[in-house]
């Protein structure tokens, strides 16, 4: 499991198939440290830039997080900026509601002639 943010979203045709990609920007793996030092709970993050840079099938995101900007002074010469991951329920309630039920033939139907 990765976290990224995705840049955007688009239709590829993948073997004559319209298939809805994402353009995601990897984040970095927990500092291991304060990963630690906080049981496991704490996972602070660096951005990628251009080497996390991603092409991925929508259907493999699986939640939708919060990633905020923060400074957790572990290391004094540290100067990258960091990241707190923070992620919501939201997504998964919908998806165990069957709220988003629906909404594919929608978009499909609104997409209709867009290659």
């Known amino acids: 499991m990765e976290f990224a943010e995705a840049l955007f979203y688009f239709y590829a045709r993948i ?3 319209r298939t809805p990609l994402a353009l995601v920007s990897v984040l970095s793996r927990p500092d291991m440290n304060l990963f630690k ?3 496991w709970t704490v996972w602070s993050v660096t951005e990628q830039h ?8 929508v259907k ?3 939640s939708v997080v919060a990633v905020i900007p923060h400074n957790h002074h572990c290391n ?3 100067s ?3 990241f707190f ?3 919501y329920m939201g997504l998964e ?3 165990l509601s069957g709220a988003l039920d629906g909404e594919e033939d929608d978009l499909d139907r609104d997409l209709d002639g867009v290659n």
């Open 15 to 17: 073997d004559n198939v």
């Open 37 to 39: 030092e906080s049981w």
């Open 50 to 57: 251009d080497d996390g840079l991603r092409v991925v099938d």
């Open 60 to 62: 493999s995101i699986q």
């Open 76 to 78: 004094e010469d540290e």
């Open 80 to 82: 990258d900026e960091r």
């Open 85 to 87: 991951i923070w992620e």
């Open 93 to 95: 309630m919908q998806l």
